[in-house]
């Protein structure tokens, strides 16, 4: 495994570190990893880092990269909006990696923001061949709310929660009513995440899904918990999606949405590694049992 | 700006910010960022520091240590002396690249207990030391680190209504990073008020002077060092609650750059 240090994109001014297997990898495709949220390219916990290593050593170069405006890559001065940009630079990483002899087939992933670009990259660009998407987007449902409720009302001191958070509920309720969706994360700060409409993310999962593309969805259950919570939860929000060959499905019951659990990042690198072996190169793999709180949920 | 990796044996990642004319009259300031996560919550304010510092002449050089950040190494693999090594790499390497501009080393929380005991070796040669928010007691830092991912842990468990037994697998972890028992070893012995030798100019930059630092101060003094203490009070750019605050820390880097500039005179 080597890693090397790049400047890419039409100013030269996208800063990433590219993590390649030590034989090389002739006709694998290459890993892209999207900025978590305004964290730079090492990730939360250095967990970038670790995932481009662990995939350079299954056999796939992976790059990591930092968004204009975020880590050491420059701020854009053409006023082109955010969501606009962010794909356009995944379009620059997969054209810097296919120019440079590196890949033509890509698979983009990422935590949270991340995976929602991910997602949208795959959308947008048919070198696209697979997606990890960490925390990316999830739609409650009314098994959602009925186990949230239900284990709110058995746990000892929930009213007196309630009651304390009602503050916290309406801020929520305000921001739903603006199309917008709120994130808890204890000891941290609330984070704002846009979600499309159910059925535009129906047609653009549909429209990934139909070109042949493998999708590795992973949701964790303290980073998703106002949104997801319970590892049947998108079959319940998209009965057509529940079986699908492509989508291979994983909820991490324990962990929180940056992976502060060192057990809970290793049972991610384990997962991811073993997706890309098993899909992404077509390789026998022996099961791994990802989060096996999974099956406790 | 130029990302690259540097060091014969063990890859480390730097960012060197060239200024926009001749070196001077900051000459070259090598950067010594936190430890763990307080090191990837202060990224963009030491980034904005090192464009600063550029702008204004200094040549900027931003790396991360081996087993951190961008650089070679796994994170449990750190000691004290290691990092130290790295750090007089650092120097080495910024030397390198501007051979006459005179060194300065600044370092934020762990990086600048780093940055001190780095400049108190003699081959280091250091003109000038910025310590900000420095850390002066290894064990008191282990500490206040250790109760911190305890806080976290039982504040997450509840929130998950959870035992906390079910989340806090491992006795040797800090808010995501696995310090190993060699690793919190070499931290507990860290005293900086026992420091044998210091640079000429010193800087101390600190939130309050509850006097945690108190025998640091003393001590360059009695090694001779100019000091200038500064007092600012502004929130902690290390802590995750600050990262969003894209400007985070602009009065300590007031005083950090006026102090520097000052220097050439």
Redesign the interface.
Known sequence: MK???V?FGATKSL?G?LTEPSGGAPGAPAALLLSAG?????G????Y?AIARRLAAAGIPVLRFDHSGL??S?ARHDGMPLKESVLAEGIEAMNFLAESGIANRFVPMGLCWGGENAQRLAHADPRVVAAALIDGFAYRTFGYHARKYA?HAL?AGSWRRLFARAGAVLRRRAAARHGAAFE?N????DFVREFPPRAAYLNEMRSILGRGVELSLIFT??GM?EFYNHSRQFGEAFPELRAHPRIRLEFMK?A?H??????Q?EALLASLSAWVEERVLGRATTAVEVGADAAAS | MQTYYFGAERALFGVLHEPAAAVEPGGVVVVCAPLWREGIRAHRVLRQLGLRLAKEGAAVLRFDYFGAGDSAGEGEQGEVESWVSDVLCAVDEARRAHAKASVTLLGLRFGATLAALAAARKEALVDRLVLWEPVSDGGAFLDESFAEHRAWAESYASWRHMPVTAIADADDEVLGFRVPAAMRGSIASVRLAELRRAPPRTLVVERTASGTNGGLLAALSKLGARVEHHVVDEPEVWKPHELQATAGGRKTQDVISKWLTRGAS
């Open positions: 890693e090397r240090a400047l800063s570190v305004y964290m730079h390219r090492v939360p916990n250095r967990l880092v880590g050491e420059a284990r746990a808890r204890p000891g941290g700060v259950g303290g918990a324990l929180d940056t992976f502060t659990i060192r057990s990042q």
